[in-house]
């Protein structure tokens, strides 16, 4: 490697272990002290580097890829308050178990703690919610501090995949020149001859980290396996779960042997598949469970893969239930916050499901089950023709959306909404929201970020607020080359907040909670030249959509709803939903 300084040979060597890691993108906001980095992986022939000109929006780009393909997308920024703005996508990846790379350039250390501008103390600051922090030290050409940058980076990547993913960062401070000129004497003239490994890497990484799969020992599978032989009345509940992370045949295959009805989180990988057509696949429980809760037997075990429930009223009903709940996750995370399961299986979901299936005998009672699908058609038929409001938009959504399609959703309402109106269908759906921490900050480039990684048509549903905030990932549409179908449901600000015992209290409820803004989004759609529709009808959104998911280019399809009415004819669905069942 010829390199014309140290900065320009330490960036280069990031650069080629990334790419040998298997990094085949990088996310860049624009800045000074960054510059030998993004030199780097701009001009590296193995890497597309997308420039993204907010911090904040290119951190939740680099998530959205990540989410997506369970391999991290770096995201590199200058130093300074540049670097906190990718605070709020690392805490989504950390709670959410995504693997993020975070590399913030930073000032040398002569220039710390003395007032020099654009300095901040950048060291661990992202505290505990990184899984790994390391400053390799200032650039130099010297054989033993390349061999480790190179090994750090390949630890680096290697950490954001292993149980528990989630972010790394790592924090490279550069001296100046950062511009690739050259300093006489920086880098001997044979360095490269000399130190051959070190300046130019190896055939491959560096070093290459085999991960294996946490499996549970075989007499605790065992245990598990006798204690489903014995459920008469098992249920599978499937929490959220990243595309690819879901073992979708394994699971069928385990309720198939066990007569398990499966109850599918929206963002589970489960509910809108294929497998909804041949198996018992339960979606709209949020919408009955207050029947089931008083009519149906309680389940005598409970088996638990993924996040906790998008549901509430789900998490509620399996809190009550005094029966066995198993919790399955490869981390051996805890992720049960009502602290009612009594077991946690750690071992990675597919070959640990599997395994299980292979020592059961027993299958449970086939009427158990047919009454979790009997009540599920029920209220699917109960929702074939809906009025016009905010659960109706989520409901046409999944139904009119394209075979491949990824769905993108926002926090709040909306994926309240796809969980209790979102009707399984045997039409494949990548579904993906930021359940982590659960923020409606960076939805827009998530969803963008996600569609970086397919040709499939990439549906985003985002909230006003939601869409308030992230107005700025609209410049990746362009930028990063995406199209996408953006549902911008209208409700004028804070339509979740109906659902608290604070609605009661006016005021201080509709200027300081619902938070009217008054905002006509169009400008927005004429700032960053895309398409703009509006519609006050269902019928007027389902045309609307219909064109978008078939058509080129990007289209922001404006709803406007009524939160007050909407939230009136939730309740009134749910509770003629319940009534039936009963």
């Known amino acids: 490697m010829t390199a014309p300084n140290a900065n320009t040979l330490w960036a280069r060597a990031i650069a080629d272990e990334l790419a040998a890691a298997g990094v085949e993108t990088a996310i860049v906001a624009p800045g000074s002290r960054s510059t030998p980095l993004t030199l780097a992986v701009a001009a590296h022939d193995a890497i597309t580097a997308h420039s993204v000109l907010d911090e ?23 130093s300074g308050t540049a670097t906190a703005n990718l605070h709020p996508a690392v805490l989504e990846a950390d709670a959410s178990r995504v693997p993020l790379l975070v590399l913030t350039a930073d000032r040398p250390p002569e220039l710390r703690d003395g007032g020099a501008n654009q300095t901040v103390d950048q060291t661990k600051l992202y505290g505990d919610a990184v899984r790994w922090f390391r400053e390799p030290g ?26 528990p993913a989630g972010p790394v960062h790592l924090n490279l401070p550069f001296r100046k020149p950062l511009e690739p000129v050259t300093v006489p004497g920086e880098i001997p003239p044979d360095f490269t001859d ?44 499937c929490g959220p779960q990243d595309p690819h992370e879901a073992p979708q ?8 042997r066990i007569d398990a009805p499966i109850i599918a989180d929206p963002l589970s990988q489960l509910r809108f598949a294929p497998g909804v057509a041949d198996h018992a696949i339960v979606g709209h429980y949020d919408a009955f469970l207050p029947a089931a809760t008083d009519t149906f037997a309680a389940p005598d075990l409970v088996l638990r893969f993924g996040a906790s429930p998008t549901s509430k009223r789900l998490r509620r009903y399996l809190a009550a239930r005094a029966t066995d709940q198993i919790l399955i996750d490869p981390a051996g995370d805890w992720r049960e916050a009502e602290f009612t399961a009594t077991d946690l299986l750690v071992g990675a979901p597919g070959p640990t499901v599997a395994t299980l299936t292979d020592h059961v005998d027993d299958a449970g009672d086939p009427e158990w089950r047919r009454r979790w699908v009997d009540a599920d058609d029920t209220a699917r038929s109960m929702l074939e023709s809906l009025p016009y409001f905010e659960g109706a938009i989520l409901h046409s959504v999944v139904a009119d959306a394209p075979a491949g399609a990824t769905l993108a959703v926002s926090n709040s309402t909306p994926i309240r909404d796809l969980d209790r109106f979102g009707t399984p269908t045997p039409t494949p759906l990548t579904t993906i929201g930021n359940r982590g921490a659960s923020g409606i900050d960076g939805v827009t480039s998530t969803a963008l970020g996600a569609g970086t990684t397919t040709d499939d048509p990439l549906v985003a549903v985002l909230g006003d607020l939601a869409y308030y905030h992230d107005m700025n990932g609209l410049l990746a549409v362009d930028r990063c080359d ?26 201080p409820f509709t200027e300081h909670f619902r938070t009217p803004h008054g905002l006509d989004f169009e400008p927005s759609a004429m700032l960053y030249d895309l398409e703009y529709r509006h519609t ?47």
């Open 194 to 237: 000399t130190h051959p490994d070190a300046a130019t890497g190896r055939n491959g990484p560096y070093v290459s980290i085999h991960e294996g799969d946490r499996t549970p020992r075989p007499g605790d599978s065992q245990r598990v396996a006798t204690r489903i032989d014995a459920a008469d009345r098992p249920l599978i509940v």
């Open 56 to 78: 904040r929006s290119a951190a939740y780009l680099a998530l959205g890829r990540a989410r997506m393909t369970g391999h991290p997308t770096p995201v590199i920024t200058t």
């Open 482 to 507: 995406v199209e996408a179908t953006i549902v911008l449901i209208n409700n004028d600000g804070g339509g979740i907040f109906h659902m608290l015992p604070i609605e009661d209290y006016d005021p």
């Open 249 to 256: 045949s394994a699971i069928l295959a385990l309720a198939d």
């Open 536 to 582: 006050t009808t269902l019928d007027g959104f389902r045309s609307a959509y219909r064109s978008s998911v078939g058509a080129d280019g990007t289209q922001i399809i404006a709803v406007d709803t009524d939160a007050d009415a909407s939230h009136q004819t939730r309740e009134e669905i749910t509770e003629r939903i319940t009534t039936a069942i009963r």
């Open 138 to 163: 200032l650039p130099e050409a010297d054989d033993r501090a390349l061999r480790s940058l190179r090994t750090t980076v390949a630890r680096a990547v290697a950490t954001t995949c292993r149980a």
